[in-house]
T-cell receptor, first 113, second 109 residues
Framework: DAGITQSPRHKVTETGTPVTLRCHQT?????MYWYRQDPGHGLRLIHY???????DKGEVSDGYSVSRSKTEDFLLTLESATSSQTSVYFC????????????FGPGTRLLVL | KNEVEQSPQNLTAQEGEFITINCSYS?????LHWLQQHPGGGIVSLFM???GKKKHGRLIATINIQEKHSSLHITASHPRDSAVYIC???????????FGTGTSLTVIP
């Protein structure tokens, strides 16, 4: 399995506070993804990256920003957390185009009160 | 409308039963994936398919590209197979994946 870690694994925060989630990979994979998983919706793409400093929006990007300054790290920031952002967040990676398998991190449970 | 639809949403089986989970998709794809997620756990990839059939132990995955349909079969089901099974596709163009909402499987001893 690809070495993907997420931090923190659990977080409770208050509405209006900024939150940053970190995804770290050791596989030198080019593509990295942030998803949220909510009951009844399955996994939904927030943002993804196709290289250092190269990112693009997914279907649920409002209220989230990302940064990728190094191949191994992909940060997801909630600028001002809202209760609707309570969710489980998964990071995933994929190798070069043609290497289609995604590898998932362990997830981060975020509760916004 | 979801690009990926799975059925059934929930499935309960007796240990030893043969199980089938179905996935239909509406977009052109380069590959289809079956993922497994245990309760409270992470997500692991079981299969990646672009054509035909793959087998791993008691799990078999098939895909019909013309009909845009895939099935995941579990033979001789066991309680440890209890998990959520997720179908996902890579679109033929672009870098994104699309996911079904998952099938929650419970296998009773």
């Amino acid at each position: 399995d690809a070495g993907i870690t997420q931090s923190p694994r659990h977080k409770v925060t208050e509405t209006g506070t900024p939150v940053t989630l970190r995804c770290h990979q050791t596989e030198n994979h080019r593509y990295m993804y942030w998803y949220r998983q909510d009951p009844g919706h399955g996994l939904r793409l927030i943002h993804y990256s196709y290289g250092v400093k190269d990112t693009d929006k997914g279907e649920v990007s409002d209220g989230y920003s990302v940064s990728r300054s190094k191949t191994e790290d992909f940060l997801l920031t909630l600028e001002s957390a809202t209760s609707s952002q309570t969710s489980v967040y998964f990071c995933a990676t994929r190798g070069a185009r043609g290497q289609e398998t995604q590898y998932f991190g362990p997830g981060t449970r975020l509760l916004v009160l | 409308k979801n690009e990926v639809e799975q059925s059934p949403q929930n499935l309960t089986a007796q240990e030893g039963e043969f199980i089938t989970i179905n996935c239909s998709y509406s977009v052109g794809i380069s590959a289809l994936h079956w993922l497994q997620q245990h309760p409270g756990g992470g997500i692991v990839s079981l299969f990646m398919l672009s054509s035909g059939k793959k087998k791993h132990g008691r799990l078999i995955a098939t895909i019909n590209i013309q009909e845009k349909h895939s099935s995941l079969h579990i033979t001789a089901s066991h309680p440890r197979d209890s998990a959520v099974y997720i179908c996902a596709v890579n679109r033929a163009t672009g870098n994104q994946f699309y996911f079904g909402t998952g099938t929650s499987l419970t296998v009773i001893p």
